[in-house]
């Protein structure tokens, strides 16, 4: 399967002169969906957030399809094809769920943002009794889900999240990873960091396994689940949630 | 009683037209603009200039003291300051954005805003000037109430622009990225928001709001190079008062300084007006420092 996105040896930080992840290297194919795990401070949140292009990539390359995104401004990143929900705040609290998801589709002409949010209420219909509300008056699952759905009125390739089922009930994990597969199914290349390991896992396809900034292990979630090595650099060490 | 509240309603005006561009830049820009005020000056005294240099008549118009000149004068004055207000955001603040903490750029502005001052000083002199030499006859409404007609004609183009913004602000894509940014400006741009275009606009607002507010203070008082420099404590109040990155609640914190000002001289002596901003900016930060109606993360 030919790669969507192409990460080859990329080293980035919040300061170009302290690189927090070095030489990491992954891919992502359309309809696949990958999992970054690794114990806190492996680097997984600055890997997506340097991808997504908030920080300053020092070296390496990253290609979506054939464009290369390095150094261009994160603004334009959804024009590309590319979405990105980062782990909190990510929804805009003051505005309501209706500006919420005008916001996410400004980039598109007007017709086809109305046409694009009327089908995000559709994906989600709990938003639809919401959409004058405050976002921030929503419950953690509810932002998670237009947080989503936000992402998705470009029609992103590519959906990288960080962390979906940070603070999330059990219950509410479950519907938001419902909503990824579904995702993926339509073929949308969904990429995400998890500390809720073990529950990404058994739903994604491979799984990158990160510790102090660099690649550790990858392959498919299935057998990763079962080797010890995974237990021993993340989970034993991380004490992780299982 | 009566005549305290409409002039508080008449000064209030005024500073919340100023406050908007202050509340606008804070939240928005994320730092405390000092030389916000002095663009108030700028704006009043570039439409003086465009009536003295283009010799421009000031027939008055109807009951008021100025003309069309100086309506035309004040968009032109508009226009430089937006222009200025461009200028010096790429010459100063464009460049320290990212580099360098909110103290900087605010220590910058006070720089701004001292420059801006003299320029104006060095140009149009010390003295204090007016538009116009017409005199005004207060019209009296009331037994206890006199308004003159310029002052019913700056309240109504005050209502009117604070409408024109707030629609602006909740009805355009403009408004709505500019919102977006004065709440969260990392997750406006990845949803696709240009934080360049943003930042330019809220210099286009921000700008023209000073100068229409700064000619209107003209009007209503006079013209001095110290104009701006005496307002800052009011618009600081105000936008404090009503909640950093808060557009209606920098016309209320605008409206309210202007009526405690104002009902204060029945209680203390005029002289000590001037304190009262101060006062009730201690007050707010005291007691509630978001404000009244809570401030954008730009704002805290």
């Known amino acids: 399967m030919t790669a969507l996105l192409s990460v080859a040896a990329l080293t980035a930080g919040y300061r170009p002169d302290l690189p927090i992840i070095n030489g990491i290297s992954l891919t992502i194919s359309a309809g696949e969906l990958v999992t970054i795990i690794g114990p806190n401070g492996a680097g997984k949140s600055t890997l997506i957030k340097a991808i997504a292009g908030l920080l300053?990539?020092?070296?390496?390359?990253?290609t979506l399809g054939h464009q290369s995104l390095v150094g261009l401004s994160p603004h334009l990143m959804s024009g590309f094809g590319m979405a990105y929900v980062p782990q909190s705040d990510n929804i805009f609290a003051t505005l309501t769920v209706d500006e919420n998801?005008?916001?996410?589709?400004?980039?598109?002409?007007?017709?086809?943002?109305?046409?694009?949010?009327?089908?995000?209420y559709d994906r989600f219909p709990d938003l639809v009794r919401f959409r004058k509300a405050k976002a921030g008056n929503l419950s953690g699952g509810q932002r998670q889900m237009l947080a989503v759905a936000r992402a998705l009125l470009t029609g992103p390739q590519l959906i990288m999240l960080d962390e979906p089922s940070a603070g999330l009930a059990p219950k509410m994990v479950e519907e938001v990873?419902?909503?990824?597969?579904?995702?993926?199914?339509?073929g949308v290349a969904v990429l995400m960091v998890e500390q809720n390991a073990k529950a990404a896992m058994r739903i994604s396809d491979r799984t990158y396994v990160l510790a102090e900034g660099r690649n550790r292990l990858d392959g498919p979630s299935d057998r990763l689940l079962e080797d010890p090595e995974v237990a021993r650099i993340y989970l034993g060490q991380a004490g992780g949630k299982h | 009683m009566l005549q305290a509240l409409a002039d508080g309603l008449l000064t209030g005006a005024i500073y919340?037209?100023?406050?908007?561009?202050?509340?606008?830049t804070m939240g928005i820009l994320r730092f405390a603009n000092f030389a916000h005020a002095e663009m108030m000056t700028w704006g009043a005294y570039m439409a003086l200039g465009v009536l003295t240099a283009f010799g421009l008549p000031t027939a008055p118009l109807g009951p008021l003291?100025?003309?069309?000149?100086?309506?035309?004068?004040?968009?032109?004055?508009?226009?430089?300051?937006?222009?200025?207000?461009?200028?010096?955001?790429?010459?100063?603040?464009?460049?320290?954005?990212d580099?360098?903490?909110?103290?900087?750029?605010?220590?910058?502005?006070?720089?701004?805003?001292?420059?801006?001052?003299?320029?104006?000083?060095?140009?149009?002199?010390?003295?204090a000037t007016y538009y116009t030499t017409e005199l005004q006859i207060a019209v009296r409404v009331l037994p206890d109430l006199r308004i003159m007609p310029d002052q019913v004609f700056t309240l109504?183009?005050?209502?009117?622009?604070?409408?024109?913004?707030?629609?602006?602000?909740?009805?355009?894509?403009?408004?709505?990225?500019?919102?977006?940014v004065s709440e969260n400006p990392s997750l406006a741009v990845i949803n696709g928001v240009s934080l360049a275009r943003v930042v330019r606009w809220t210099w286009i607002v921000g700008g023209a709001l000073a100068a229409v507010a700064g000619v209107l203070y003209g009007v209503a008082v006079q013209l001095?190079?110290?104009?701006?420099?005496?307002?800052?404590?009011?618009?600081?109040?105000?936008?404090?008062?009503?909640?950093?990155?808060?557009?209606?609640?920098?016309?209320?914190?605008?409206?309210?300084?202007?009526?405690?000002?104002?009902?204060?001289?029945?209680?203390?002596?005029?002289?000590y007006k001037l304190a009262i901003p101060f006062l009730v900016l201690l007050v707010v930060l005291y007691l509630k420092p978001t404000g009244l109606f809570g401030g954008t993360s730009g704002g805290r």
Do not use: K, Y
């Open chain 1, 56 to 62: 300053p990539i020092t070296d390496g390359t990253v």
């Open chain 1, 101 to 120: 998801l005008r916001l996410g589709a400004l980039p598109l002409p007007r017709s086809q943002a109305r046409a694009q949010i009327s089908a995000a």
């Open chain 1, 177 to 186: 990873f419902g909503h990824l597969v579904t995702l993926v199914r339509g």
């Open chain 2, 16 to 24: 919340a037209l100023g406050a908007i561009g202050l509340t606008l």
């Open chain 2, 65 to 97: 003291t100025f003309g069309w000149p100086l309506l035309l004068a004040t968009v032109v004055a508009c226009a430089l300051t937006v222009a200025l207000a461009l200028l010096i955001d790429w010459l100063v603040f464009r460049r320290m954005r």
């Open chain 2, 99 to 127: 580099r360098v903490g909110h103290l900087t750029l605010v220590f910058a502005s006070f720089g701004i805003a001292l420059l801006i001052r003299n320029v104006v000083h060095l140009i149009f002199g010390g003295r």
């Open chain 2, 156 to 180: 109504s183009l005050a209502v009117v622009l604070v409408i024109a913004v707030h629609q602006f602000l909740q009805r355009t894509p403009l408004g709505l990225s500019m919102r977006a």
């Open chain 2, 224 to 271: 001095r190079p110290e104009l701006g420099f005496h307002l800052l404590l009011p618009l600081f109040a105000a936008v404090i008062l009503g909640g950093v990155g808060n557009v209606v609640g920098a016309v209320v914190g605008g409206v309210l300084i202007g009526l405690i000002e104002s009902f204060s001289v029945l209680v203390i002596p005029a002289g």
